[in-house]
């Protein structure tokens, strides 16, 4: 049984505002990156959960960077050439944990394609559910005034994974030499008639002279390492007090909520804090078992998903979620990526410089412009900052596609037009940093009510990985000389639609508590559904205050 918060003992000289000013007392504190450091507990259980980010930005570029090494096409020559529900969101990155260090040791022990292939299905698997389920705990652990940076050192470790991920190719790929066999000859030829390394003719018949196996096989057993470390560490970090609240388990809740909040459980802003959560989680309970009376576990999981599109409230916030997902992925990243290469060896640098340009600095500016995301998140807003890293990725992709479609075709008779594409392209890698892309996991992990927020971040999620396989796949082809630049203005495209959406459709969650997000998308409750909160609220003794803020 529930206590009242009324029954709480707090000393005050004015009785009849003591109930007002405890739905205030959660407020108090530093806002955004200068709050992290108030909860060094709650700090820590975050930044080791996003271990699940860091191994999802290791996994993004280790293949694509062991596929340039010889001792792995020599291996692999046909690759080389071609080249949470139930059990909660702790036990959810467990699961995941495990499911990964499955998939990474079948690719590091690797003998065939099919062997490889198979580990990195596998490992897939653990990263697509880590990108959702990593945000969805640390929105539900944080509170409202850090919950933007909370959320965003999400994508802070996976900038770190991508940047860890291609130091550790790029030192292994070192061992015993960078060529398969030096004393044989390169036969395979470019398009414009470079000579580079030919799987199936440059490989001696014993295998490799040179360069070892261990130059591929040691970054793909790194990910083994992060990935125990999540898996045993999560043992012994909270579960999110909603998630133990909706399973029934609200005693664990309660003491869950104070271990984070370094608070004891009987302090008012915690109370507070709870019953909110109970009132959310209660109301939610009556709500669908009035609608769905008969239905078993298959139906209700069914239902949840219907629930997402039952009415325009509903619905938008999955359009918004997916929106800001597709945008994330839609505004030219890949595009760029696939040009710096493409501009640093026509303008005759070595392929190491090339690659410690186009991979390296690229990492390191993506990772120093996500933490300005951490500083602004909380303090200026979500919308300020896609506003502007909307408009700043139009303007430095038109000029980009403009600079392309004109002197393209020839970099070297163009030096000074390549600097400058290569100067927009770091400045729009900033841009896009410190904005859409830290952004899509904070918005996403807090619009979506309780009993539908892992339904509906799965949903976002499959967005944001659709968007970048599609973006992948046809890329290439966009930025094709037949294609007429349309890869850049595709780009462009999507970063005005960006732009008048952030203007006119994304709605601010800055400082909104999970539990009031209804308001936002004016997710108005009907008069039962009112008088049915409203009883719920004074049968656990919630504030009037926070209560009307509920609503």
């Known amino acids: 049984m529930l206590q009242p918060l009324h029954s709480v003992s707090i000393e005050s000289k004015q009785e009849d505002v ?28 975050s930044l080791f959960s996003t271990l699940g980010g860091f191994l999802c930005g290791y996994a993004l570029e280790v293949i694509p960077a062991v596929l340039a090494i010889e001792s792995f096409g020599a291996k692999f020559p046909e690759i080389y050439t071609n080249a949470t529900l139930k059990i909660g969101r ?9 499911i990964f260090i499955l998939g990474s040791s079948l690719q590091a022990c690797a003998t065939s394609p099919v062997h490889l292939f198979a580990g990195r299905v596998v490992a897939g698997l653990a990263v697509g559910s880590l990108t959702h389920v990593v945000p969805m705990y640390l929105a539900e652990i944080s509170c409202a005034r850090i919950r933007g940076s909370l959320v965003s050192l999400q994508q802070l470790a996976i900038t770190f994974g991508l940047l860890v991920s291609y130091g550790i190719v790029y030192g292994t790929s070192q061992i015993g030499g960078t060529r398969c066999a030096p004393g044989i000859p390169y036969t395979g030829t470019l398009p414009n008639g470079k000579l580079v390394f030919n799987p199936n003719t440059d490989v001696p018949p014993g295998g490799c002279t040179g360069q070892s196996q261990a130059s591929w096989r040691a970054p793909l057993s790194f990910q083994i390492l992060p990935a125990l470390c999540l898996a045993i560490g999560m043992l012994f970090m909270p579960y999110s007090p909603r998630w133990l609240a909706d399973r029934g388990r609200e005693v664990e809740a309660l003491d869950t909520l104070s271990r984070l909040r370094r608070k004891p459980a009987q302090d008012c802003s915690v ?21 769905y009376p008969d239905a078993g ?36 990243v890949t595009t760029l990526i696939y040009l710096l290469p493409t501009i640093f060896s026509q303008l005759g640098l070595n392929p190491n410089t090339t690659s410690l ?7 390191i500016v993506n990772m120093l412009a996500t933490l300005l995301a951490i500083v602004l998140v909380d303090r200026v807003g979500r919308r300020p900052v896609l506003i502007s890293g909307a408009a700043g990725c139009f303007i430095c992709i038109a000029i980009i596609g403009s600079i392309v479609t004109i002197y393209g075709k020839d970099w070297p008779a163009h030096v000074v037009a390549a600097h400058v594409t290569i100067v927009f392209v770091f400045l729009y890698d900033a841009i896009l940093s410190y904005s859409w892309t830290p952004m899509a996991w904070v918005i996403t ?28 796949l046809f890329t290439p082809t966009m930025l094709s000389p037949h294609a007429g630049g349309i890869g850049y203005w595709s780009s462009v495209a999507f970063s005005l639609a960006a732009l008048l959406s952030a203007i006119w459709f994304i709605p601010e969650t800055k400082g909104r508590t999970l539990e009031e997000m209804d308001p936002v998308f004016r997710d108005n409750a009907t008069d039962s ?9 004074q049968e656990l003794g919630l504030p009037d205050r926070a209560f009307l803020n509920a609503l």
């Open 18 to 45: 003591t109930v007002i000013d405890l739905a205030l007392v959660g407020s108090q504190g530093r806002v955004g990156f200068r709050g992290l450091f108030e909860n060094k507990f709650l700090l820590g259980v």
């Open 90 to 98: 702790k036990v959810s990155i467990i699961c995941d944990a495990m």
């Open 271 to 291: 109370r507070t804090e709870f019953l909110e959560i109970m009132v959310e989680v209660r109301f939610a309970r009556e709500v669908m078992e009035a609608a």
């Open 297 to 332: 576990p298959v139906m209700r999981i069914i239902h949840k998903y219907s629930a997402l599109m039952a009415g325009w409230p509903k619905s938008k916030r999955l359009v918004v979620g997916s929106l800001i997902m597709t945008f994330q992925q839609s505004m030219g």
């Open 357 to 363: 340009l186009a991979t390296g600095a690229y990492g």
């Open 445 to 472: 992990s807090e619009i979506f009510p309780l009993h539908l927020r892992s339904t509906g971040m799965s949903l976002t999620a499959s967005g944001m990985w659709s968007s970048y396989f599609t973006a992948g």
């Open 529 to 537: 559904q009112r008088e049915l909160k409203r009883g719920i609220s």
